[in-house]
């Protein structure tokens, strides 16, 4: 059992940068692949990016291909979310997540634990 905690969100203007971050607690961030979702009001919940749990493979949305970054630093016992160009569809609530699996997964319910969300908003 992992205990997740999002940082780093706020206002953003469109085009801008934000960097997330996802603290662990309770385990070893090192168990567990990682992924970051975002839900904005109305919608589901949707993928944004993972890593494995080794951080040797990423994967990311078509959305935001090439502008965001997953990384994660298990010293710190923490991931990241590196999003530049920031879009106003961006504006959501970002969330962590874990799973008791080493390779990539994009669905929800593949995840066995989640932070609470920090807020993302993207004014244009």
């Known amino acids: 059992q992992v205990q997740l905690v999002e940082s780093g969100g706020g206002l953003v203007q469109a085009g801008g940068s934000l960097r997330l971050s996802c603290a662990a607690s309770g385990r070893t961030l090192s168990s567990y692949a990682m992924g970051w979702f975002r839900q904005a009001p109305g919608k589901e919940r949707e993928f944004v990016a993972a890593?494995?749990?080794?951080?040797?493979?990423?994967f990311y949305a078509e959305s935001v291909k090439g502008r965001f970054t997953i990384s994660r630093d298990n010293a710190k016992n923490t991931v990241y979310l590196q999003m530049n160009s920031l879009k106003p569809e961006g504006t959501a609530v970002y969330y962590c997540?874990?799973?008791?699996?080493?390779?990539?997964?994009?669905?929800?319910?593949?995840?066995?634990?989640w932070g609470q969300g920090t807020q993302i908003t993207v004014s244009s």
């Open positions: 997540a874990a799973r008791t699996a080493v390779g990539i997964a994009t669905i929800p319910s593949m995840f066995n634990y």
């Open positions: 890593i494995s749990r080794s951080g040797g493979s990423t």
